[in-house]
């Protein structure tokens, strides 16, 4: 087994206008810790600290480091976390395309005469989900999450997620509850890498 190294502190700083992240995140860490050892319970947020994994999220507000290590200082990492992030929209042809397939399933017209040319990669993709979605006639005798994820959203996870992606790369769908826990995962991505496997659930 290899050997764990410890570290009881980080060795890099991060200086945000004059503020000194890095203190704040090991406060909270050390609080955790102590807290930790009194055998208190932690929150998910808490027990990621402990392995200095601090999530960065302007979206949710639950589980956010950012609302735990000052107003200023949060606000600070929040945009330092997200200046480089630029995410493109997709076109309005793609969404106008998208609406008049849609309508014509609607009012039961001919579809084939909707066509788009798309302009960069977004547009395919779009494109794509949207032609599988309404090409997709699977049916089954009884409903439940795996028939509904397959039905309505596999398409968008096997453009988005799955295309292109490495062989190490393994999804499942899950009806059932795991073991004895009791919960439920809709979908289970799975990386696997020299025999470690690392679990994410939706």
């Given at each position: 087994?290899?050997?764990?190294?410890?570290?009881?502190?980080?060795k890099v700083?991060?200086?945000?206008?004059?503020?000194?992240?890095?203190?704040k995140?090991?406060?909270?860490?050390?609080?955790?810790?102590?807290?930790?050892?009194?055998?208190?319970?932690?929150?998910?947020?808490?027990?990621?600290?402990?392995?200095?994994?601090?999530?960065?999220?302007?979206?949710?507000?639950?589980?956010?480091?950012?609302?735990?290590?000052?107003?200023?200082?949060?606000?600070?990492?929040?945009?330092?976390?997200y200046?480089?992030?630029?995410?493109?929209?997709?076109?309005?042809?793609?969404?106008?395309?998208?609406?008049?397939?849609?309508?014509a399933?609607?009012?039961?017209?001919?579809?084939?005469s909707?066509?788009?040319?798309?302009?960069?990669?977004?547009?395919?993709a779009?494109m794509?989900?949207?032609?599988?979605?309404?090409?997709?006639k699977?049916?089954?005798?009884?409903?439940?999450?795996?028939?509904?994820?397959?039905?309505?959203?596999?398409?968008?996870?096997?453009?988005?997620?799955?295309?292109?992606?490495?062989?190490?790369?393994?999804?499942?769908?899950?009806?059932?509850?795991?073991?004895?826990?009791?919960?439920?995962?809709?979908?289970?991505?799975?990386?696997?890498?020299?025999?470690?496997c690392?679990?994410?659930?939706?």
């Open positions: 087994m290899a050997k764990a190294k410890k570290f009881d502190h980080l700083s991060l200086t945000i206008d004059n503020m000194n992240i890095t203190n995140l090991e406060k909270f860490r050390t609080k955790n810790i102590n807290s930790a050892k009194r055998g208190d319970h932690l929150n998910p947020l808490r027990v990621l600290s402990l392995s200095f994994v601090f999530p960065v999220d302007k979206y949710n507000k639950d589980w956010r480091i950012t609302d735990h290590i000052g107003k200023r200082e949060g606000t600070a990492l929040i945009s330092f976390a200046e480089d992030i630029k995410l493109k929209k997709a076109s309005s042809n793609a969404l106008l395309y998208c609406k008049e397939k849609l309508d399933f609607i009012n039961n017209e001919d579809k084939t909707i066509s788009l040319k798309p302009s960069y990669t977004m547009d395919k779009i794509k989900i949207c032609n599988d979605i309404f090409r997709n699977a049916q089954a005798a009884e409903k439940s999450e795996t028939t509904f994820i397959n039905k309505y959203l596999m398409n968008f996870i096997t453009e988005v997620i799955l295309k292109d992606a490495d062989s190490s790369i393994i999804y499942s769908m899950v009806d059932g509850a795991e073991d004895s826990s009791k919960k439920r995962p809709d979908f289970m991505l799975v990386l696997t890498n020299h025999k470690v690392l679990y994410f659930f939706y």
